[in-house]
Antibody
Framework: QVQLQESGPGLVKPSETLSLTCTVS????????WSWIRQPPGKGLEWIGY???????NYNLSLKSRVTISVDTSRNLFSLKLSSVTAADTAVYFC???????????WGQGTTVTVSS | QSALTQTASVSGSPGQSITISCTGT?????????VSWYQQHPGKAPKLIIY???NRPSGVSNRFSASKSGNTASLSISGLQAEDEADYYC??????????FGTGTTVTVL
């Protein structure tokens, strides 16, 4: 079955760049959108952005200046970079498969990233 | 790109029915069929329960139903069960192809 697994540092210093990778297994990355979504402690979900397998991206306007999502279909993974982080970026970060009208149907388990010195 | 507005909390007794609303604008909910609903239990990843406004993925209970009217989408849960106690989020694509989540609704089974 389709599985997604986030990986990356759990602690990032303020002003540095948060980097996470999502490894996709059980399905080709072709013909799908791949998203990053986050959830600050005790708060709701926030969409960060998505990438199509071709490399086309779209980002949350409030984060656009700091976000880069990339894809490596040969290794079946996609990545998130969020620059100039602050404590407000502390959250559980989820990667997911977005099938558009059919919804976000597969999620990773989530990884906690804390921004602190 | 503001979050869609949901009632913060809804409660009901086992067996009852409840409805959660999700209000947006003509730039998102009102102008999109890409409306979905997600259930999230504490410490878990969200789970897709409704897509394309009113369709249920395979394996999701038919106690969950949804609709949309104008700028407001609604999720109903009938025959409320203890396992339905969770947070629920709506989402919609916008007219610039970004995704926006609702503020979330906590459902409590009394």
């Amino acid at each position: 079955q389709v599985q997604l697994q986030e990986s990356g540092p759990g602690l990032v210093k303020p002003s540095e760049t948060l980097s996470l990778t999502c490894t996709v297994s059980g399905v080709s990355m072709s013909s799908n959108y791949w998203s990053w979504i986050r959830q600050p402690p005790g708060k709701g979900l926030e969409w960060i952005g998505y990438i199509y397998y071709t490399g086309s991206t779209n980002y949350n306007l409030s984060l656009k200046s700091r976000v880069t999502i990339s894809v490596d279909t040969s290794r079946n993974l996609f990545s998130l970079k969020l620059s100039s982080v602050t404590a407000a970026d502390t959250a559980v970060y989820f990667c997911a498969r977005d099938r558009g009208v059919e919804g976000i149907d597969v999620w990773g388990q989530g990884t906690t990233v804390t921004v602190s010195s | 790109q503001s979050a869609l507005t949901q009632t913060a909390s809804v409660s009901g007794s086992p067996g009852q029915s409840i409805t959660i609303s999700c209000t947006g604008t003509s730039s998102d909910v009102g102008g999109s069929n890409f409306v979905s609903w997600y259930q999230q239990h504490p410490g878990k990843a969200p789970k897709l329960i409704i897509y394309d406004v009113s369709n249920r993925p395979s394996g999701v209970s038919n106690r969950f139903s949804a609709s949309k009217s104008g700028n407001t989408a609604s999720l109903s849960i009938s025959g409320l069960q203890a396992e339905d106690e969770a947070d629920y989020y709506c989402t919609s694509y916008t007219d610039i192809s970004t995704l926006v989540f609702g503020t979330g609704t906590t459902v409590t089974v009394l």
